[in-house]
């Protein structure tokens, strides 16, 4: 059975940055696809980001684009997400998910099997 546990969140000031890191056992995440999605309350869970099984290929949502970035280590199996000029409507819990598909990044939930218990991110404003 693969455990995914997710670390790094916490309380930030609008502006700062914080970075996630998500650690997976039970089975090599090398050539799996990997994602971060996030629940604000009240909504609907929604992808953060994605990253393919080989790490050269990577999605972002419009509104993270440009200021978060997705990595990964192989070797460690992990993935990571460093979150910069954060904002308070980044304000969420965050998940982190691997799937058993392998080569690109997947954006539906549905493709990702095994997810964490998620970490609380809070900016102030």
């Known amino acids: 059975q693969e455990e995914v546990v997710e670390s790094g969140g916490g309380l930030v000031q609008a502006g700062g940055s914080l970075r996630l890191s998500c650690v997976t056992s039970?089975?090599?995440?090398?050539?799996?696809?990997m994602c971060w999605f996030r629940q604000a309350p009240g909504k609907e869970r929604e992808i953060v980001a994605a990253?393919?099984?080989?790490?050269?290929?990577?999605y972002y949502a419009d509104s993270v684009k440009g200021r978060f970035i997705i990595s990964r280590d192989n070797a460690k199996n992990t993935v990571f997400l460093q979150m910069n000029s954060l904002k308070p409507e980044d304000t969420a819990v965050y998940y982190c998910?691997?799937?058993?598909?392998?080569?690109?990044?997947?954006?539906?939930?549905?493709?990702?099997?095994?997810w964490g218990q998620g970490t609380q991110v809070t900016v102030s404003s």
């Open positions: 039970g089975r090599t995440l090398c050539g799996y696809a």
């Open positions: 998910a691997s799937s058993y598909l392998s080569g690109s990044f997947y954006l539906n939930s549905f493709d990702y099997h095994y």
């Open positions: 990253i393919g099984g080989n790490g050269a290929n990577a």
